[in-house]
């Protein structure tokens, strides 16, 4: 029953369906990411030797996190329901497992920041991992509370890569019956039905990702190829991100930067401007761009 209803429902969050994912038989585990490239010297003259080196790594705790929605509902009324009680539950879990998706899909861009949708008690997210001094472009938007980001992400094992505990468990059991209580404690026989998962998120470098902040809606400062250009430059050669992440905004922004203005009409003396609108962008320099309703636009320029 859950693969059935996550296949409906996770094909507009392309974070889940585009990401990397593992899942291992325990609940955490350390990983180490590489912080700095090897610093000793490479090159040396005869009778000398080289100055010796290393790379520099943190060593990070990889969480995984209980992921556990239940919905209940008087007994009385799914019965009565013009479709049947199957129908009526099959409606409730739906919506359930939706809105799962949805905040697993901010809980991965802004972790255990619940303003724009992450929440504390969840795994943390690009946000919370990524170099805010090196790899972010500032699109340079001035007007508060309507920024917004686009995220280029590089996933793999030893990059961004969704981690679910427990042997991956996502467990959706049969609705079951029993007494529920109404708000002022008063009881009913209800239906009840939970879903249990243990997933997490795992940056295993902080050069695996680069953000595009501060676009607005002030002129000139939404997204732009220039800045998308800005960003891929932060990212070491052979890295190449997989995609880039950005809701419908940013990319009406881009396409809107895209447009060009061609000249008709008649002789020298009568012409005319026409706007020539750009296709949606599908695609940036090769990489493919993925929208999400899960980026804000209302970031503040403080985030």
């Not at 700095?36 to 003259?45: I, K, M, Y």
């Not at 290393?54 to 008087?74: F, G, H, M, S």
């Not at 920041?113 to 992450?118: P, S, V």
Request: one cysteine or more; a negative charge; glycine letters at 10%.
């Amino acid at each position: 029953m859950v693969a059935g209803l996550i296949d409906e429902t996770v094909k507009a969050h392309p974070e889940i369906t585009l990401g990397d994912a593992r899942t291992i038989q325990g609940l955490n585990y350390k990983t180490l990411v590489r912080t700095g490239l090897f610093n000793g010297s490479t090159f040396r003259t005869g009778n000398t030797g080289a100055t010796v080196g290393k790379a520099t790594y943190e060593n990070r705790n990889v969480e995984t996190y209980i992921l556990n929605p239940r919905w209940e509902c008087d007994k009385a009324i799914a019965d009565a329901y013009e479709d049947g009680a199957q129908s009526y539950i099959a409606i409730e879990a739906e919506s359930m497992v939706e809105k799962s998706l949805v905040d697993l899909t901010k809980q991965f861009y802004y972790g255990t920041n619940a303003t724009f949708g992450g929440n504390a008690l969840g795994f943390p997210g690009l946000l919370d991992a990524y170099d805010s001094t090196n790899n972010v472009v500032d699109a340079g938007g001035t007007t508060d509370s309507v920024a917004s980001s686009v995220w280029l992400v590089k996933f793999g094992p030893k990059h961004v890569q969704w981690v679910w505990g427990q042997n991956g468990q996502l467990v959706l059991p049969d609705p079951r019956i029993e007494t529920i209580y109404d708000s002022n404690q008063k009881p009913l026989t209800g239906y009840v039905q939970d879903l249990t998962a243990r997933p997490g998120l795992q940056v295993g470098s902080i050069r695996s990702l680069v953000r595009i902040k501060k676009l607005t809606t002030d002129a000139g400062k939404g997204l732009s190829d220039a800045l998308i250009s800005l960003a891929l430059a932060k990212f070491e050669v052979g890295i190449v991100p997989d995609v880039i992440l950005m809701n419908r905004r940013s990319r009406q922004q881009l396409q809107a930067s895209r447009s060009v203005t061609i000249f008709s009409g008649a002789g020298s003396k009568a012409t005319a401007a026409m706007e020539n609108v750009a296709p949606v962008p599908e695609s940036a320099f090769g990489i493919p761009i993925a929208v999400t309703d899960s980026i804000s636009s209302t970031e503040t320029l403080a985030l």
